[in-house]
């Protein structure tokens, strides 16, 4: 596992862009696995711009999301489908018909994962999965408890969990749905490399749970740990509780690895992080 810190979310949001736009010059049909939430919003919208200014080509590629709610159909607003399209799918140059989210509308769910995983395998495996860590510590929807070979299936979500996402649901943990599809621990973890991102004060522990602490089923994000291409893009107020945040910063400042990712990011220079600051100012709305 690789800790990537740094300073802030917004540079969070670049480092991870800039791995996954790597990836898919590298291999324009990457299979791509995708996360929602907050943290990721922040990626998406430097993915759009890396399409719109630097011609970043999504045309062939594939991509499978983690998870989804039971019972939205995918044009509620609140489904994680319309997330992805509103966010990234209608903003860059995808073929609609290569995104995939499992089906929470499906009449025989079981069934429905079960073709999930099958069309994961049909494309050949995912090559770079994106994740966001929640606050029970969840991987997709994979709450405490779930198995580290958990496949996609269906899982009650956690209160925390209700509560963090209840913005989308007019601010009622009530109304956020109960239940979802979600990629197993087991596999998220055979994807070829996993990208996960971390931000805010509000992470800090689970992030050092996740990174530093034991495996355990109680904390689907330590699973990580058992990835052997494993990168963690954390800023700093989520990496304020790892004990080893010295040695991480070390090896990101130091090792010949990550020369360019340094120089392409120009993350020590403070006035790029003061325009890209000032950029996103007007920047998310404007496209
Ligand atoms: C949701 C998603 C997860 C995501 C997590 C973090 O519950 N199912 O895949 O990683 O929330 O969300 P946020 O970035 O909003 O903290």
Redesign the pocket.
């Known amino acids: 596992m690789e800790v990537l810190i740094q300073p802030n979310a917004e540079h969070a949001a670049m480092m991870a862009a800039w791995l996954i736009a790597r990836q898919l010059r590298a291999q324009p049909d990457s299979v791509l696995g995708l996360?929602?939430?907050?943290?990721?919003?922040g990626v998406y919208h430097r993915l759009v711009g890396l399409h719109r200014d630097h011609g970043l080509d999504f045309s062939r590629c594939r991509t499978f999301n983690?998870?989804e709610y039971i019972g939205l159909p995918p044009d509620d607003p609140r489904s994680?489908r319309q997330y992805m399209n509103h966010h990234l799918f209608n903003r860059v140059n995808i073929d609609l018909r290569n995104t995939h989210l499992p089906d929470g509308t499906a009449a025989d769910l079981k069934a429905a994962c079960r073709e999930y995983e099958a069309s994961i395998r049909r494309c050949g495996g995912i090559d770079l999965q994106l994740?966001?860590?929640?606050?029970s510590g969840?991987?997709?929807?994979n709450e405490p408890l779930s198995a580290l070979r958990s496949r996609t299936r269906d899982k009650s979500?956690t209160p925390a969990?209700r509560r963090?996402?209840a913005a989308m649901f007019g601010g009622n943990p009530e109304n956020v749905p109960p239940r979802?599809l979600?990629m197993g621990v087991g596999t998220i973890l055979e994807a070829r490399a996993l990208l996960v991102?971390v931000?805010?004060a509000e992470?800090a522990d689970i992030l050092a749970q996740a990174v530093e602490g034991p495996i355990t089923s109680m904390v689907s994000a330590s699973a990580i740990q058992l990835h052997e291409d494993c990168k963690v893009i954390a800023d700093e107020t989520a990496a304020s509780r790892l004990q080893g945040g010295a040695y991480y910063r070390w090896i990101f400042e130091n090792e010949p690895d990550w020369n360019e990712a340094r120089r392409a990011l120009n993350t020590d220079d403070p006035g790029n992080a003061k325009t890209s600051a000032h950029r996103r100012a007007g920047g998310p709305h404007d496209h």
């Open positions: 996360a929602t939430g907050r943290t990721m919003e983690l998870d994680y994740l966001g860590i929640g606050v969840h991987i997709g929807f979500l969990t963090q996402n979802a979600t991102v931000t805010g992470k």
